[in-house]
């Protein structure tokens, strides 16, 4: 059984043979005698990431009656545990019927955890950090089969959460969890680029979670809101002149929002607001490129004015960009690593090779301001230019030699980008 594409059609996985375990010793066994593996999560990577001579997928393993099936609450530690082959959206359904609550979602709620986590994948909120940070503790199966079990506080633990999969098969994780909370929706449309130089940092923070989107024209089209009900409501009437608006909206302007979750101000549980798009619908058919980059948050309007001089070579290619922020963490491998981050995150056009010409400008004009790639996203940086962006990039990669020596995680990609700088 082959892979197959991703979800966005423009990566064709190359491995041979797809694994589909259905227990834990299965994933053992698998994993000790493949001379090359990853792991296959939802395909949201837009690039070889995930790819290996040989993948295995988690997902039978997550079925009821197996050792990792469940989503497992526990009110009083204030933890859910998953499989590794679980998705956001399954986990929310589990966390909504238990009044639970996870502290933030990324766009989308249809990826897996493992994956979201592995690539230091975040939504947004000055506030609150990237989704890999929710993790307590977590469960690999290393290259020689071993189970490796690391806590939050352990030695290495940092290091091992974005673990880029570079490590081992992550079987399990132990996240955080809260009680359930409220979130209403609201967004402003026609914010003036003035506006946005001189109030950045009170824009996003106006809300517990705020996104913006531009094509880079005349003004920051809208402004996403989300407010949990439990700290005050939206901001009143205007927002530094942006307006509100009557309509729902989808980030991209000419499309449908029926796919997009509530607006206009109706409150709903945190799983049915912080995500832009609802779980029921598949947002788009996946005909599209992302980039993302993550820099100091000190150093936003700075780099949202360099990328605006690439305005014109950009916009013909963008079907929306969305700026949005990440609370530091201590991942070794996180894109928010010691700095509280603002992401530029651009959905293209499905033309690679147009995005790929136009890459090599957009992470020129970001270098001055150390721009970390998102490791799932389409980028240019090798590992030489991506190495001095880390501080424990070489004790991360150290780590990687200790728990896989035989390299059986490497693949083509972890060793252009992160392995050989």
Known sequence: MTAGKNWAGNYAYRAERLHRPTTLEQVQEIVATAPRIRVLGSRHSFTGIADSAELVSLEAVHAAGTPLAGIDVDLKARTVSVGGGVKYGELAEVLRDAGAALHNLASLPHISVAGAVATATHGSGVTNGNLATAVRAMEMVTSSGEIVRASRGDTDFDGMVVGLGALGAVTRLTLDIEPAF???????????????????????????????????????????????????????????????????????????????TPQLGRPGLWSDRLPHFRLGFTPSAGDELQSEYLLPHRSAVAAIQAVRSLADRIRPLLLTCEIRTVAADRLWMSTAYDQASVGLHFTWKPTPAAVTDVLVDLERVLSPFAARPHWGKVFRADAAAIAPLYERHADFVRLTERLDPRGAFHNAWLEEHVLNS
């Open 182 to 260: 409220e979130v209403e929706q609201r967004v402003f449309e026609g914010l003036a680029w003035e506006a946005l130089d001189e109030h950045f940092d009170e824009i996003t923070a106006c809300g517990y979670s705020v996104s913006l989107f531009t094509r880079w024209g005349d003004d920051v089209e809208m402004v996403w809101v989300k407010t949990r009900t439990d700290q005050g409501g939206a901001p009143d009437g205007d927002l530094f002149g942006a307006v509100p608006a009557v309509v729902d909206r989808n980030p991209v302007v000419e499309l449908d929002p029926t796919s997009c």
